[in-house]
């Protein structure tokens, strides 16, 4: 019984369980769909600051550039989805039928060799892995070899992240441009945009959620994540304990790229676009931010913190709309002055020691009562 | 000279900052199961050797063949690889890691990636964690974080971390710097325990303790070396009393 607890509390069970009863039953019960869909929204934005937590929480690695996995995660459902609805929809008054609509307008005759992988669905699914995966790794491999790290990663990643969203609106026939990639309709031949598919798409994103923290939680507890933590605080003893820590880094950048590939696919699925606004410097800044306010060395802690900003992030902009990033910035600023763990960090030293304190209070009180 | 029996042979090493050379044309054999220790004035570039065989600092010339093979040019995991471990001068140990967790990370299985995903900490591994913690005084505390050893204890636990590695060739650099008279006596028991069956290089200026420990001293000064042989035979040296060890 003492083991179950013990091994229930070291794989964060009991809180695992509380999100899962917040997200599957709680908000689906009372909010509306038109809320329940913004959810989930925030909720892809969570798979990105998953990442975050096992690259700087854990890893010691700032990137300020999440926002390009998140966006070519989202571009891969997206070119999917609108292969689909162009070759599924045919307009009759676009010169060449059957090709996107905004190729056609950039005088496109046919459909790219690149979009071509994205006719099937199987591909697609790979890339939305594999793509941010591979321009992580090789990012990675170029900075952290050359022990590039620190501040200068984090502004690297940041360019980066610009040169995306630059390509991106200067390449228009190819990607759709500033307007992005935009009226996508089916899945398949599924209608994506009833109130039936939204709640469908957003338990499937709760649970690819749950999927993403419990293999999160394997990484951490593996002598992987250990290592993480080691080279974060003495790296020079890593290396001289014979692992060359740059391959280290290199898989921990893959796997939040991943992560973030698929979050980037799950908004484009439920919010039916992807442009380049989703994936600049301002965005992948944003994404930081989630990780920062929730604790960035808790997974469960960055979910919250990812919802709790964004909705903030709706409320204040919806209540104030010319102050709201001044209160995003607001938020950040006083989250990291006065509590540099987040939330996480508040529940686990302030409210958690209180709370088994005064359980071990009434406990005593009981023992005495008896005696 | 028998060159078979040689764990790390130097010759002509080199490396310069700026004109300036830190270790100047040096040239240092180490036998198998020899305690070797290096003494010599600040700025002697006794640290600095110790970086150039590890391969923390890239040399500019020479060579440095340890079992008879080129290490120079080698990256740092290959070399520790290959059986060099080095603990550094000021405790390095991992703070927020447990004991336990400190020395099984530097169990020498699961270094890849993927290695590391799987790892176990099987049943042989829990026993040479408890063999170790035991050989350093530290049976008692392996649950205990790192951070919270007492200086002393930290810098046995870095040597236990290299223990733990099995290497054939141990580097200590001032393993009893800070340490109380007590924990001297223990860490020179420590190291005359531990030097069965390989070879280690020890910087030191604690004579007393260098006494204890020595089979062979070698002075350095200004990236040269300046004496070598016992410590009586050092001690007599008119040039090491010159430059180091006063009158």
């Known amino acids: ?371 | 000279m028998n060159t078979e029996t040689n764990v790390l042979v130097l010759e002509n090493l080199t490396v310069g900052f700026d004109g300036f050379k830190a270790i100047d044309s040096l040239n240092l054999n180490v036998r198998k199961n020899e305690l070797r220790v290096i003494i010599g004035p600040n700025g002697a570039g006794k640290t600095t050797l110790l970086d150039l065989i590890c391969g923390k600092t890239k040399a500019t010339g020479g060579s440095i063949k340890f079992n008879e093979k080129e290490m120079l040019g080698v990256p740092e995991h290959e070399i520790v690889r290959a059986g060099i471990g080095r603990k550094f001068q000021t405790p390095s140990i991992y703070e927020n890691l447990s004991v336990f967790k400190n020395l099984e990370v530097s169990y020498p299985s699961g270094r890849s990636v993927f290695g590391a995903l799987v790892f176990k900490c099987t049943p042989e591994i829990k026993h040479r964690i408890n063999a170790i913690a035991e050989e350093i005084g530290l049976s008692e505390a392996l649950a205990v974080d790192a951070g919270q050893l007492s200086h002393g204890q930290k810098q046995w636990l870095e040597i236990g971390m290299l223990l733990m590695q099995e290497p054939d060739l141990l580097m200590l650099d001032e393993p009893i710097a800070g340490m109380s008279v007590r924990e001297r006596e223990l860490t020179a028991a420590l190291l005359n325990r531990i030097c069965k069956g390989r070879s280690m290089i020890v910087i030191e200026h604690d004579m007393e303790f260098v006494k204890k420990i020595a089979d062979k001293v070698t002075v350095m000064h200004q990236g040269k070396i300046l004496a070598e042989g016992s410590m009586d035979q050092v001690q007599l040296d008119e040039r090491v009393i010159e430059v180091y060890l006063g009158h």
């Open chain 1, 1 to 371: 019984m003492h083991s179950l607890k013990e091994w229930m509390n070291r794989n964060q069970i009991s809180g695992l369980a509380l999100l899962m009863l917040l997200l599957l039953i709680v908000f689906p019960m009372t909010l509306d769909l038109f809320r329940l869909n913004l959810l989930g929204k925030y909720l892809s934005f969570a798979f990105v600051s998953l990442g975050l937590v096992m690259l700087w929480g854990y890893g010691g690695v700032l990137s300020l550039g999440q926002g390009v996995f998140f966006g070519l995660g989202g571009y891969c459902m997206a070119m999917f989805l609108k292969v689909e609805a162009a070759t599924a929809f045919v307009d009759k008054m676009q010169s060449t039928p059957g090709i996107p609509d905004f190729m056609d307008w950039n005088q496109l005759t046919e459909l790219p060799l690149w979009w071509l992988p994205f006719k099937s669905l199987p591909i697609t699914l790979i890339a939305i892995l594999v793509v941010p995966a591979v321009i992580a790794f090789i990012i990675g491999y170029a900075m952290f070899k050359r022990r590039v790290g620190g501040v200068y990663f984090a502004i690297i990643t940041q360019a980066v992240a610009l040169i995306l969203t630059v390509l991106i609106i200067g390449q228009q026939g190819y990607t759709g441009g500033l307007n992005g990639i935009t009226d996508l309709k089916t899945l398949l031949g599924w209608d994506i945009q009833t109130d039936s598919a939204k709640y469908t798409l957003y338990f499937v994103n709760v649970l690819l959620l749950l999927v993403c923290i419990i293999g999160c939680i394997w990484v951490q507890r593996s002598k992987l994540g250990t290592l993480l933590l080691a080279m974060r605080d003495k790296e020079d003893r890593v290396r001289f304990s014979g692992y060359d820590v740059a391959s280290f880094r290199i898989f921990s950048f893959c796997l939040a790229a991943s992560l973030a590939g698929i979050g980037g696919a799950m908004f484009t699925l439920q919010v039916g676009f992807m442009s380049p606004t989703l994936i600049g410097i301002v965005p992948s800044i944003e994404m930081v931010i989630f990780a920062a306010v929730g604790g960035r060395n808790s997974l469960l802690g960055a979910v919250y913190g990812t919802l709790l900003v964004n909705f903030g992030k709706t409320y204040f902009s919806e209540q104030f709309p010319d102050l709201w990033l001044f209160a995003i910035a607001a938020m950040f600023i006083g989250v990291v002055l006065v509590m540099p763990d987040g939330l996480a960090g508040v529940y686990r030293n302030k409210i958690l020691p209180w709370w088994q304190s005064r359980q071990s209070g009434t406990a005593d009180g009981a023992v005495r009562e008896q005696t």
